[in-house]
Nanobody
Framework: QVQLVESGGGLVQAGGSLRLSCAAS????????MGWFRQAAGLEREFVAA???????????SYAASLKGRFTISRDNAKNTIYLQMNSLKPEDTAVYYC?????????????????WGQGTQVTVSL
């Protein structure tokens, strides 16, 4: 069973930055993509960013259109870890951020294609 553990969330002022990390453990040879989603209170979980993690593929990325330019996803295959660098944070970025892993090739954005999920980490952006 693949396990995902997020870290790096917290409270930050608007305009600030945070970097989230997601470490994968367990039998992850069948994991080809990982991503970040977020869920604000009372709203549905939404796609943030994704990246291919298989060593056979270049680290292709995809982003939610509204976040591209402020958020950057990256990977460290040696550490089985992905990161989400979040800059110029806004109060509307406040949410629980979830890491997910998929056994599907490509930086996929569809929530239902992800098989494994972390517990989430809270990000709160204050004015």
């Amino acid at each position: 069973q693949v396990q995902l553990v997020e870290s790096g969330g917290g409270l930050v002022q608007a305009g600030g930055s945070l970097r989230l990390s997601c470490a994968a453990s367990g039998p992850n040879d069948s994991i080809y993509a990982m991503g970040w989603f977020r869920q604000a209170a009372g709203l549905e979980r939404e796609f943030v960013a994704a990246i291919t993690v298989s060593r056979s593929f270049v680290g292709s990325t995809s982003y939610a259109a509204s976040l591209k330019g402020r958020f950057t996803i990256s990977r460290d295959n040696a550490k089985n870890t992905i990161y989400l660098q979040m800059n110029s944070l806004k109060p509307e970025d406040t949410a629980v951020y979830y890491c997910a892993a998929a056994m599907v090739v490509g930086p996929i954005s569809r929530l239902t294609q992800y098989s494994y999920w972390g517990q989430g980490t809270q990000v709160t952006v204050s004015l």
